[in-house]
């Protein structure tokens, strides 16, 4: 009977232990609704920053956590303020075209015809002149004041001429459906970029108008009629303010890590007509979703696990401020935070719910997705709910994004709109209650997981704290070593009288160890970061002779005729061609070389793909796999593709009439006639894109298709029209194809949307490559395309050419969503025939390869910082200009932050009017100034929010403090006879010295911003 009752009894403990998590059903759509309604209303005028609207939308915030109960993050307050630029529009926005007389001949209306641009090195203002169209921006004279262009005139070549010819105003056609319910409207835009993070100033006025309206604007300028452009937009520096709130775990082991919810507060505000865009879906649902969840957590009385924290973000649509400022200040530890961030949730239209993160841009996690475990939970949480949903890992417009790019776990729930963002047709009508309530739903069900029942318990945080803690542990080994040397060296010295005599009441020793001290806290924080892309190296081909690559080494092989193909794969593989011999080089990713062997094979067309090699012969494909096994796998081939996804590779082959798929679980067969070419590509989705070129007639089409992951064959689709060219590239970015070729040696490409949207999109558009000075570029063959696409979801195209000044130029192109996004140079030298050029990429980094020169030498380059690189030389380099530049930083600081000494000597002066002289010298003076001084040390620590592990604010202080009196005793002995007063100053100023060398601007990555962005250093 005992052994019965335990047993119940254990049941029963186990039961209630389980049942701590809240009820679903506890969260009230209606409640969520109600604050919709309010914020969303014309009363907070669209709650742009620095308007009163947004204050009112932040205090309402502020209130309802007061009512909930939630603990202010800071004392008694729950706002946590910072100033930043916005991008504000006043009472005047018209574009007119007016006669010699100043008459109007054409009035166009904002949002309709024409917006305004706020990023970069736009501005307001008011101009009236003559418009030139000018697409190569190579003519541009200094009365030419407004530029009609489709180029990007934020792109840097572009912006580089406008600037320097003083243009005024630039207006562009839009390459982009109008948005809003009846399809007519531009929406409206606040983001800053350059302008927020680079702090560049607005230079000219920059318009994007209707195609249609374009074309009128250029006809009526060639008339000789002029453009008027009153524009009233400023960018005030304005404060901005998150709200945070919190409920504190309970867990001893487990309070410290955290639960974020976050949504952004902030709108566009209004334009000058006095129409407002409410922005009841964007984000006033986040955020009355995020208010709600707070009260259904704190009213159901049941203690987390860990502490979570409920944020409501400023300044989202201007460039994720609220969020960086978060992110930058720490007022909870990121280490062990997991973000769920709501934006737009809760639309009418018919979207699946989008789960969306992006990958880590830091430094040491570069390309990896740290949300994919969150992912993978709320999707299971979705299925149990009848959610549909769908996954984005490559999404960078969100407040997740401010925490993901850095490696925390953070992901953003969306019903994104595509019709209603930033129009003002966003309002209450547009949300639907159930879809609310289900996703109100799904995050209560992802904060019972984490944070009430706390699931996902492992021992991670402690080995990351571990991890941080001890990052340059033997920094502080090897200064502990030098001074026990240093200490004997020095005792046996002065054991002998003459040097005794000289070393006699002489610093020497504590000078010595002021420098260890301080060089050992600068070389702790001369972490480095690397560029893009390192100088280039020349390849030796030598086996023997395994030396990283420099520019100057020879080939110390026999001259190389061709570069055939390369791949990544764990290793670097690179086929090479001498004498219709063919070689495979393998090189580790450092650019060492660890193989060379013969292929002993006789083909064409020869691929590398992962560890098996691709090649012809006699219209029949074969595969040599690693162990050099030749394997027949298709008859009939006039050419082929490789394309691969996580797990399975496919072979798509051509001849003139048929196209054959073969991969692990799919083989096909599809009938084309008059193939003359074919490319593949395939998505994340695991949908295999075909590019086909066929002739018809005279002409010849470029068609495309796809192959579905389970294997179903869309239809062919016509996407454009050739007229002579035979070859061409296809690649893919996240959403879209492109297809890139030539025509009268001039470069274009198209574009299409990958999927079942119907629009192509596929109107041609003219690519000019240009070199230094905005010089065009002769590009030579072709662009080579990297595999896929690279973390940010972008598309990579290499060119190659000369200018007319015979200077050679090898540029990388990122494309995203149809346009040019980057431009970078890798390599330019006078007068180089670069023959051959071809990229691969692993998961971090991307390795090039191209011949150049009349001996084709075979040269690389890579952004891997590693690559090529004599490694330990490198960092040695590269530590030391870390350190004298981490040297200038720290006394630069120093002489700003003077005042942080004060307090010391304030009490000096104090204590000298009391006991007139007296009282300086006696010892606990020098502790109780000691002791005060660690005490505003960690004051002023705390102020800069930088520490990066638990008590940071605390230990630091100290334990710099420790240092600097070993110092200070040091030179006491030495010395002999010194003053407690003295004493005290040393102790102050190395002091000082110290903190502040620990805490300059470079200690961190993005610490000059963040302790720009901090108001205690305003």
């Known amino acids: 009977m005992k052994i019965k009752k335990s047993l119940l009894l254990v049941i029963i403990l186990i039961f209630l232990t389980g049942c701590s998590t809240i009820s679903l059903e506890n969260f009230d759509g209606d409640n969520a609704y109600k604050h919709i309604k309010k914020l969303s209303s014309n009363e907070y005028e669209g709650r742009l920053p620095g308007t009163e609207g947004n204050k009112k939308a932040t205090k309402y915030i502020e209130n309802e956590f007061k009512k909930i109960g939630l603990r202010p993050f800071k004392k008694e307050s729950y706002l946590q303020s910072f100033r930043a630029i916005s991008p504000i529009l006043g009472e005047k926005a018209s574009l007119k075209v007016i006669d010699k007389n100043g008459q109007t001949i054409k009035d166009y209306k904002l949002r309709k015809d024409f917006t305004e641009v706020t990023m970069d090195y736009a501005k307001g203002g008011k101009i009236v002149g003559k418009g030139l169209y000018n697409e190569s921006f190579n003519d541009i004279k200094t009365k030419d004041k407004i530029i009609l262009t489709s180029q990007n005139p934020h792109e840097e070549n572009f912006s580089k001429i406008l600037l320097k010819n003083r243009v005024k105003a630039v207006i562009r056609p839009s390459n982009k459906n109008n948005k809003g319910i009846k399809n007519n409207r531009f929406v409206k835009s606040v ?17 994007i108008v209707n195609k249609n309206l374009f074309d009128e604007l250029v006809r009526l300028s060639k008339e000789g009629k002029e453009i008027s452009i009153d524009l009233d937009l400023k960018f005030p520096e304005v404060e901005m303010t998150n709200v945070i709130g919190y409920i504190p775990g309970e867990d001893n082991k487990l309070k410290k890590e955290t639960i974020l919810i976050s949504a952004h507060l902030d709108h566009v505000g209004k334009d000058p007509n006095g129409e407002i865009y409410n922005g009841a879906l964007d984000n006033s649902s986040g955020v009355a979703t995020l208010i709600e969840l707070a009260r259904t957590i704190k009213e159901s009385n049941i203690k987390p696990k860990r502490t979570i924290v409920f944020a409501a973000f400023n300044g989202e649509e201007s460039g994720l401020q609220g969020s960086e400022y978060y992110t930058s200040s720490r007022p909870f530890d990121l280490i062990f935070t997991k973000v769920i961030n709501l934006d737009m949730v809760g639309s009418k239209e018919k979207v699946k719910l989008e789960i969306k993160t992006s990958p880590s841009q830091s430094s040491k996690d570069k390309g990896e997705i740290k949300g994919v475990g969150l992912i993978n939970t709320i999707r299971d949480l979705a299925k149990e709910l009848n959610i549909n949903y769908k996954i984005n890992k490559y999404s960078f417009d969100g407040d997740h994004f401010s925490f993901s790019s850095k490696g925390i776990p953070a992901i953003t729930l969306t019903n994104n709109s595509k019709k209603l963002i930033h129009t003002p047709d966003d309002d209450i009508s547009n949300i639907d209650k159930n879809r609310l309530d289900k996703v109100g739903k799904l995050a209560l069900s992802i904060v019972n997981y984490y944070a009430l029942n706390a699931k996902d318990v492992n021992n991670i945080s402690n080995l990351e704290e571990r991890k941080i803690f001890f990052k340059n542990f033997f920094i502080f080994l090897l200064v502990l070593l030098s001074i026990i040397v240093l200490f004997i060296l020095l005792y046996k010295l002065t054991r002998k009288e003459k040097l005794n005599k000289y070393f006699r009441n002489k610093p020497i020793f504590s000078t010595i160890l002021f420098l260890l001290f301080l060089f050992s806290i600068l070389i702790f924080n001369s972490d480095y970061e690397y560029e ?35 791949d990544y794969d764990r290793k670097l593989r690179c086929i090479l061609e001498d004498e219709k011999e063919f070689y495979l080089l393998t090189l580790n990713d450092k650019g060492e070389v660890i193989e060379k062997e013969n292929l002993n094979l006789h083909g064409e067309d020869l691929k590398t ?54 991969g692990k679980d799919i083989e096909k067969e599809i009938n084309v006639n008059n193939i003359l070419n074919l490319k593949a590509q395939i998505d994340d989705k695991n949908r295999i894109y075909i590019v086909i070129l066929r002739r018809n007639k005279e002409l010849y089409n470029l068609e495309k298709m796809y192959i579905s992951s389970k294997g179903n064959i869309s239809k062919i689709k016509k996407v454009h029209k050739l007229t002579k060219e035979k070859d061409f590239r296809f690649g893919i970015d996240k959403a879209r194809g492109y297809i890139f070729y030539k025509r009268n040696k001039k470069d274009y490409y198209i574009t299409f949307y990958l999927g079942r949207i119907n629009s192509l999109q596929t109107k041609e558009k003219r690519l000019k490559v240009t070199g230094e000075n905005g010089i065009v570029i002769d590009t030579k063959g072709l662009p080579q395309i990297k595999k896929g696409y690279n973390s940010q979801g972008k598309l990579t195209a290499i060119y190659h050419g000369l200018d007319k000044y015979n200077q050679g130029y090898i540029k990388l192109l990122r494309f995203f969503n149809g346009d040019i996004t980057d431009r970078k140079t890798l390599y330019n ?69 003077l005042h942080c000494i004060l307090p010391a000597f304030l009490i000096l002066v104090l204590l000298r009017l009391i006991g007139k002289g007296r009282l300086l010298e006696k010892i606990w003076v020098m502790v109780l100034g000691v002791v005060i001084n660690i005490l505003f040390e960690i004051f002023f620590i705390t102020k800069i929010n930088q520490f990066i592990f638990s008590k940071e604010y605390i230990i630091i202080p100290i334990l710099i403090a420790i240092l600097a009196l070993i110092v200070v005793i040091f030179y006491k002995y030495e010395k002999n006879n010194t003053s407690i007063l003295k004493l005290f100053i040393i102790f102050i100023m190395i002091n000082f010295i110290f903190i502040t060398s620990l805490y300059a601007p470079y200690s961190q990555e993005g610490g000059l911003e963040r302790i720009q962005q901090n108001e205690y250093f305003k």
């Open 191 to 207: 983001v800053l970029y350059k302008k927020q993070d680079e702090k560049i100033k607005g230079e000219f006025i920059d318009l």
């Open 532 to 566: 893009n892309f390192n100088n280039t190296r020349m390849v030796s081909t030598n086996f023997y002779e395994t030396k990283p690559w420099k520019v100057s080494d020879k080939l110390t092989t026999k001259k190389f005729s061709n570069i055939i193909d390369i």
């Open 609 to 662: 793909y992962n560890k098996d090699i691709f090649y012809k012969q006699d219209n029949k494909l074969y595969k040599l796999d690693e162990n050099n096994n030749k394997h027949k796998i298709l008859d009939n081939v006039e050419g082929y593709n490789i394309v691969q996804n996580k797990e399975y590779q496919y072979i798509i082959t051509y001849n003139k009439n048929k196209i054959k798929i073969k």
């Open 829 to 897: 030298d006078k007068q180089r025939n670069i023959k051959k050029i071809l990229i691969t990429s692993n998961a971090n980094d991307e390795y090039l390869f191209w011949q150049e020169g009349k001996d084709s030498n075979i040269y690389a380059t890579s952004s891997n910082p590693e690559f090529g690189e004599e490694l330990l030389k490198n960092k040695i380099l590269i530590r030391i200009d870390n350190i004298i530049q981490n040297i200038i930083l720290a006394f630069i600081l120093a002489l700003f932050k």
